[in-house]
């Protein structure tokens, strides 16, 4: 990572001065697996607190960890709202459960497919957009040049790192990171950090 941060401090004056605040990346990998896509549509729209202590009932519930198919498929709909998951939640997670154990959906694959592939292959499941994915291929396939447009956070962060008047649009994403690449994903952490906490001292 070390070639990575090095290219980001050479290539982007403001993007060097958010990494010399934030300090050494330490992204939070994640299986390339069905738990972990499982446990992103309960995260969705959700504080991470509250995602947390829902997705704790999920496994406990499931008496899985990690989730599997067969164990979410195991558990009744009326059980899975009563932990707390809202109905299109429980129908996007039962959606991506009955997908993955038909074979519709392959994570083993995932490994070997191009971002945009990717996105297509899980796009495909109920609940599952392109900020969903996004967000797996970085944390779960640790791609390195993924670059979340549609993130809210990643968008804030820009607009007050480049003193821009508004939120950008993807298009002035793209622009602002394209000597980013190839590592667009470890900007993107940093970015993350930067709008948390230690890049407002």
């Known amino acids: 990572m070390r ?27 994640r299986d390339p697996a069905f738990h972990t896509l499982a446990r992103a549509i309960v995260y969705q729209q959700l504080n991470g607190k509250a995602a947390s202590t829902i997705f704790g009932r999920l496994q406990a519930a499931a008496k899985a ?20 998951l809202s109905r299109q939640k429980m129908e996007y997670i039962r959606d991506l459960a009955r997908r993955t154990r038909d074979g519709e959906v392959d994570f083993e694959l995932c490994l070997t497919l191009e971002d945009t592939a990717v996105i297509e292959h899980l796009t495909r499941v109920k609940g599952i957009g392109v900020w969903t994915v996004h967000m797996f291929l970085m944390a779960a396939l640790r791609r390195t040049d993924v670059l979340p447009t549609g993130d809210l956070g990643i968008r804030m962060a820009m607009k007050k790192a480049y003193s821009l008047p508004e939120l950008p649009k993807p298009d002035e994403m793209e622009k602002i990171a394209a000597s980013w690449r190839p590592y667009r994903s470890i900007a993107s952490w940093y970015l993350w950090r930067y709008l948390d906490g230690p890049g407002d001292a």
Do not use: N
């Open 3 to 29: 070639k990575a941060v090095h290219h980001l401090t050479k290539s982007d004056a403001i993007l060097a001065d958010i990494i010399s605040r934030v300090g050494p990346y330490r992204f939070q990998y």
């Open 65 to 84: 960890d990690p989730l599997t198919p067969e164990s979410i498929l195991k558990l009744r709909p009326a059980r899975m709202r009563a932990l707390g």
